[in-house]
Each structure stands twice: as structure tokens, then as C-alpha cells.
């Protein structure tokens, strides 16, 4: 069952604006108290107004059920109803509504500003706020609560001003009895679950008649298949009909023509027939040889026409060739005619047949030609021969030129550096001009200077430095240095031993290792001979003095003994 458990009011009917009003809700029961004009009613109606979102009879659309602006002395007042409830899940549901009225010019103006539905996640635990248009919040909170608007309405916040509406007329009391046992609805439902069921029932008989007619179309499409199947059995079997009847058609038909084409019929018997057969085949068989020969043959034909045709082809490239240097011969003969006109006509030598010239003419002619030839170059021997007398000449003349450019050029650089000594030489001279004139300007200062003076200033100096015995002081230090100067030296001296003396211990301690590192050898090469002589004298090893004795003697034996095996 769904419970009412705390309302928050501000600003409905006399509860005031700026206020908290809260009324909690006890169980099993709350009793609301109170003089008259405390505010009772206004409570119920805050109750139904937030679950139905119905304003109640007496509230002129709104504009009294919100507190007055007038009475709050201002042009605007704000109202909300917060109403907190659980649904019959336990689960914490708040519906807020808030309101507005607004003093115009010349009236009042309500409006329903917003309604939001506020729960708790239960997987967070925290708030979750949904805004709604008020049409949807007035379907939503009955929903919540498992009560329907009706009986939220009429029955369990029935306003008192409503509360004679069973004595109102009939049509009203019907619809109202109606919305209270949602009447409508349920004939609604009945007639609903009943076109349901023929609806179902329809179904069923369809789905039976659809389960029958895939049954009946599985059986078509095997009969189709099958029909298929034979057809293209059928198609294969006429196609090969159709070709089996035009071969023996053709054949027919061939047969017809063989048998008009005989003159006769034949009226031999089988054996002659067999025998002309045998006959006919042996003379099909020389007349294959004899065309394979022939084909042969002919192979031979194309090869040797082929070979031949090569060397037509080579002979008509050389006739080519030979009728392009016939052609080249000829150009070449009209250019030595044309060359023998000319030379003939340049130096004027006769008179000359008519062109073309045969060969012998044209040989003649240049033997002509170099006749006169010879003698030019003999002219041309005798003018070289004066040309070269002139050439020494003319070589004299070039060597003086040249001798005279050459002096020319040490002349101008001899002219060159004269210019740039006597320009170095002018500034020298004016140098020196100015080192004159620094110094005679030094020399008027100087001569400006007061050098009476300036002796008076040197005397007192020397006369005061002379009061200080530096003289003595410096002989002092210089003595005092000396002393040093000689320690120092004896210093380095004792200096140059010490490092003598450490050169010779680090030799010395050398020398000791290499002193050690022999004394072991020779310890370990005794060592080594007292056990060979130990080995020798069956492990007896004599006394030192008596050593070498014993090893004589042993030797001796030794040696006595080689000599007798
Ligand atoms: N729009 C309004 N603005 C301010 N106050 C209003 C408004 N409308 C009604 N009131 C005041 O609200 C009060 C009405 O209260 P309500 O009728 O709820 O009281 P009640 O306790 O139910 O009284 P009763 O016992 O007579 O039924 C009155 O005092 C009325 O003057």
C-alpha cells in the first residue's frame, strides 16, 4: 500500500512565501486540527492537487488557491507543494510543484512554473531528478502509488465543497462511478482479451492451413524436380535423335547419289568383287609411295627454289650496288670535266673539245694542265727564293722593333720608380717639416717652463731621500738575500743526495730480490744433485769435506766396472 509521509507548503491559500510549512503524516492516522480559516482544507487540497495535479472548485483557476500578492505586499508570489510518499514497493517518491501568480497591470496571472519527480538509485543512493510536463506528472504519481486518479479525486481527497457529488445528477454520477471502478476500462479489456482470442484462434486455423500448404508445395517441388529431371533426360534422348536422324540422313542421301552414279549394277560375285578389292587396295598402295616420292621430290624443289631464290636476291643487291657507283663514276667524270674547263679557262690554256671528254682527251689535256703546272711552281720557287731575302730583312727589322719595345718598357718602369721615390722623398720632407714644428713647439713650452724652480724641487728631493738611509737598508737586505740564496742552495744540494741515496735503495733492494731469487735456484740445484748422489749412494749422503772423495771413489768403481763388461 502506497503512504503519505511529509508535505512541504509555501505559498498556497494563507501558508506564507518565504516560510517552510511541514506536515508529517502519522500512521495508522493523522488527525488535522485547527480553528477555522487555520488552513485544514488547504492541506487536503495541497494533498490532491499534488497527486492529480486537479485544482480545487473554489480556485478561480488558480488565482486564489496561490497566496495572494496583495496580502504579501508584493507584485509576485512563488508557491511550491512538496509532497513525499512511498509506493507500495517502499520505494521513496517526492513530487514537487511549484507555482507562480503575478500581479499585472490589470489582472492576475497563474502559472504552473514546474513539476519534478525526484527518487533514489537504489544502486548509487543518489538522487535522481526527472523533470515533467504536468499532464505526464498527473498520470505518473497514481501510476506510483497503485491508485487510480479517479479515487485519488473523488474518493480519498474529495474536497469538501465536492463532497455532496453522489447526489449530482445521473450522467455525472455514472461517469464518475465509472472512472472510480475504471468501468470503461474493463469493458475496454473484455472486448480487447476477446478479439484477442478470435484473433488467436484465427491464427491458429491460418497457421494450420499454412503448415498444410508448405506440406502441399514440398510435394510440388519434389514432383517439379522430378519432372525436371526426366525432361532433361527426355531433351538429352531428342538431341541425340535429332543428330542420329541428320547423320543418317547424310548417309542416305550419299547413298542415293553412289547408287545414281553407277552406270550399271553390279553383277559380279563376292570372289571377284574381294579379288578386285584386294587389287584396288594394291594400287592405292603403289600410288601412295609413288606420291610420297613425289612429295619428297617436291620438298627438294622448294628447298633448291629457295636457294635459289637467295642468290637472285644477292645479285639483284650487287646490280644495285653496281648501278650506284656507275652512277657515282659518272658524277665524278662530270666533275672532272667541269674541273678541266675551269683550270683551262683560269689560265688561259687553248681551246678545248666538246664535253663530255672521252678518256684519252681527258688525259691529254691533264698532262696540259701539268705542264702548266711545273712551271708555275717553278715561278713559285724563284719569287720564294727573293721572298726570302726579304724575309731576313724583314726579321732584322722585327728584332730592332723589338729591342726598341724593350727598351721602351724599362724606360717607362725606370720612369715609374723615379715617380714613386720622389713621391716617398715629399713624404719624408714633410714629415720631417712636421717633427720640426712638434719640436719647436716642445721648445717653446719648455722655454715657458720655470727651470729655477724645478732645480730648487730636485735639490730638496735628493736632500730628503739622503735623510732616509736607504743606502744602508738595501746593503742590509741585499745581505739578508744572500743568506738565503746560499741556504736554498744547500737545501738543493742535500736535495740532489737524498735522491742519490733513494736511486740507490730502490737499486739495492733489486739487487736483494735478484740475490733471493738466486739463492733459491742454487738451493734447489743442490737439492736436486744431494738427492742424485743420495741415489748413487744407496740414500746415504756424506759430510761435505768428505764429498768430493766419495764421488771420486764412486766413479772410479763405476767406471772399473764398465770396463769390466
Ligand atoms: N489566496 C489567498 N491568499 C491568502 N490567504 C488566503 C487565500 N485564500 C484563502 N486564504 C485564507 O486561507 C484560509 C482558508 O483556510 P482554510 O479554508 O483551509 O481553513 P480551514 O481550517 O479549512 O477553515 P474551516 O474550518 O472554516 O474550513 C482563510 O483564512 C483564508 O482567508
Request: aromatic letters at 6%; one cysteine or more; a neutral charge.
Amino acid at each position: 500500500m502506497s503512504t503519505v509521509d511529509k508535505m512541504l507548503i509555501k505559498g498556497i491559500r494563507s501558508f506564507d512565501p518565504e516560510n517552510k510549512n511541514v506536515v508529517t503524516f502519522f500512521k495508522p492516522l493523522t488527525l488535522i486540527v485547527g480553528p477555522n480559516g487555520a488552513g485544514k482544507t488547504t492541506i487536503i487540497e495541497c494533498l490532491k492537487l499534488s497527486c492529480t495535479g486537479e485544482l480545487p472548485p473554489n480556485a478561480r483557476s488558480g488565482h486564489s488557491f496561490i497566496h495572494d500578492p496583495k496580502v504579501a505586499g508584493e507584485t509576485e508570489t512563488k508557491g511550491q507543494i512538496k509532497l513525499r510518499f512511498k509506493t507500495p514497493a517502499g520505494k521513496d517518491v517526492v513530487c514537487i510543484r511549484s507555482f507562480q501568480l503575478t500581479q499585472k497591470a490589470s489582472k492576475m496571472e497563474y502559472k504552473a512554473i514546474e513539476s519534478v519527480l525526484q527518487t533514489i538509485n537504489p544502486h548509487t543512493g543518489e538522487k535522481v531528478c526527472l523533470s515533467y510536463r504536468c499532464a505526464d506528472m498527473d498520470r505518473e504519481i497514481p501510476a506510483l502509488m497503485g491508485v487510480s486518479k479517479a479515487i485519488l479525486e473523488n474518493v480519498i481527497f474529495a474536497h469538501q465543497d465536492d463532497a455532496n457529488w453522489p447526489l449530482q445528477d445521473p450522467s455525472t454520477l455514472k461517469k464518475k462511478f465509472d472512472d472510480i471502478f475504471s468501468a470503461t476500462r474493463y469493458t475496454k479489456a473484455l472486448e480487447l482479451r476477446e478479439s484477442i482470442a478470435q484473433d488467436q484462434e484465427k491464427t491458429e486455423s491460418l497457421k494450420n492451413q499454412m503448415q498444410e500448404l508448405e506440406r502441399n508445395i514440398q510435394d510440388v517441388d519434389a514432383k517439379i524436380h522430378h519432372t525436371e529431371a526426366t525432361l532433361k533426360d527426355l531433351r538429352e534422348i531428342q538431341d541425340q535423335i535429332s543428330t542420329k536422324t541428320a547423320v543418317r540422313r547424310t548417309l542416305f542421301k550419299e547413298q542415293q547419289k553412289q547408287y545414281a552414279a553407277l552406270a550399271e549394277e553390279n553383277e559380279d560375285t563376292d570372289e571377284e568383287l574381294k579379288e578386285w578389292k584386294t587389287k584396288f587396295e594394291q594400287r592405292i598402295a603403289i600410288l601412295k609411295n609413288k606420291i610420297s616420292k613425289l612429295e619428297r621430290e617436291m620438298c627438294d624443289k622448294d628447298s633448291e627454289s629457295s636457294v635459289l631464290k637467295k642468290a637472285i636476291n644477292e645479285y639483284l643487291m650487287e646490280i644495285i650496288k653496281l648501278q650506284a657507283t656507275a652512277e657515282a663514276h659518272m658524277s665524278l667524270k662530270d666533275e672532272r670535266d667541269s674541273a678541266i674547263k675551269k683550270l683551262f679557262a683560269r689560265h688561259n690554256l687553248g681551246s678545248l673539245p666538246n664535253a663530255p671528254f672521252s678518256n684519252e682527251a681527258a688525259s691529254s689535256l691533264t698532262n696540259r694542265i701539268r705542264s702548266r703546272l711545273t712551271d708555275l711552281e717553278k715561278d713559285l720557287d724563284d719569287k720564294k727564293f727573293t721572298s726570302e731575302n726579304e724575309k731576313s730583312n724583314e726579321l732584322e727589322l722585327k728584332m730592332a722593333l723589338d729591342c726598341y719595345l724593350g727598351a721602351n718598357d724599362r724606360w717607362k718602369n725606370i720612369e715609374a720608380q723615379k715617380q714613386a721615390k720622389v713621391d716617398i722623398k715629399s713624404n719624408i720632407l714633410k714629415r720631417i717639416e712636421e717633427k720640426e714644428n712638434e719640436r719647436s713647439s716642445f721648445e717653446r713650452l719648455i722655454s715657458d717652463v720655470d727651470l729655477s724652480r724645478i732645480d730648487e724641487r730636485e735639490n730638496n728631493m735628493t736632500n730628503q731621500l739622503a735623510g732616509r738611509e736607504f743606502e744602508s737598508n738595501i746593503l742590509q737586505k741585499q745581505s739578508e738575500f744572500h743568506g738565503v740564496e746560499q741556504k736554498i742552495k744547500a737545501l738543493n744540494r742535500e736535495k740532489d743526495i737524498m735522491a742519490r741515496d733513494s736511486e740507490d735503495r730502490v737499486a739495492l733492494s733489486f739487487k736483494k730480490t735478484e740475490l733471493e731469487i738466486h739463492l733459491k735456484k742454487h738451493k734447489k740445484i743442490i737439492d736436486d744433485y744431494k738427492d742424485k748422489i743420495r741415489g748413487v749412494l744407496k740414500g746415504r749422503l756424506p759430510h761435505e769435506k768428505d764429498l768430493k772423495k766419495e764421488i771420486t771413489q764412486a766413479l772410479r768403481h763405476y767406471a772399473a766396472k764398465n770396463e769390466n763388461d
